[in-house]
């Protein structure tokens, strides 16, 4: 039975994206209903959306490894639960008090996750054979890095654009003025603690093209 069990393993994960997806789909449109605000939900969800559809979009022509889509579904699903509360808002409250933080950390685990995009970066330059171990490492330390910046400067637009309550909870800065540096560390941080599982599993050396 063990035997059996074993054998039909390589064929249930040949279709864990498409169940990671089929998932998403229904916990995205669960969160959709009734958000806190309507304005920061559909700021919030556009890169969640734009993510996903990428992928779903890009399936066929390259499939990254189980391994790779587990890691960037961790942010998509984070994400969308934060566009639904707010992420200022989230339920987290057993998290704060378990640490004394004096406040939510919710978005600070957001944006580590953002950091895990390393791993499927390295990924497709390498099974792509784009460059080098060490090239594709940088690149994919620097993109994040590059994203990191990127993402707290459309915040900051977008906070000056819409104003009022709703461009304070999407800038989600709950107060701290360091809060877009901490922010970009922490994406970092997860970069670089990802490219180290990379190069455990090798993912290259096991999948072609």
């Known amino acids: 039975m063990l035997k059996s069990i074993y054998k039909d393993v390589p064929n249930m994960s040949k279709y864990f994206p498409h169940l990671l997806a089929s998932v998403y789909v229904v916990y995205w449109a669960v969160l959709a209903i009734e958000p806190v605000s309507r304005a920061?939900?559909?700021?919030?969800?556009?890169?969640?959306i734009g993510v996903f559809a990428f992928l779903v979009l890009t399936f066929r022509s390259f499939r990254f490894s189980n391994l790779a889509y587990g890691?960037?579904?961790?942010?998509?699903?984070?994400?969308?639960?934060?566009g639904h509360y707010t992420f200022a808002n989230v339920p987290f409250d057993f998290i704060t008090d378990l640490f004394g933080a004096e406040r939510n950390h919710f978005d600070r685990i957001a944006h580590y996750?953002?950091?895990?995009?390393a791993y499927p970066i390295v990924e497709f330059m390498?099974?792509?054979?784009l460059c080098g171990p060490v090239t594709?490492?940088?690149?994919g330390l620097f993109a994040i890095m590059a994203a990191a910046a990127g993402y707290e400067i459309i915040e900051w637009w977008y906070a000056v654009l819409e104003?009022?309550?709703a461009g304070i909870e999407f800038l989600g800065s709950q107060g701290d003025i360091w809060d877009a540096q901490k922010d970009m560390l922490l994406d970092t941080l997860g970069a670089v603690s990802t490219l180290p599982l990379y190069w455990l599993v090798r993912p290259h050396k096991r999948m072609a093209g």
């Open 71 to 82: 890691l960037m579904a961790f942010w998509i699903f984070w994400h969308t639960m934060g």
């Open 136 to 139: 594709a490492t940088l690149f």
């Open 113 to 117: 996750s953002v950091g895990f995009y």
């Open 163 to 165: 104003g009022g309550d």
């Open 126 to 129: 390498l099974r792509r054979r």
């Open 40 to 48: 920061v939900w559909w700021a919030e969800n556009i890169p969640a």
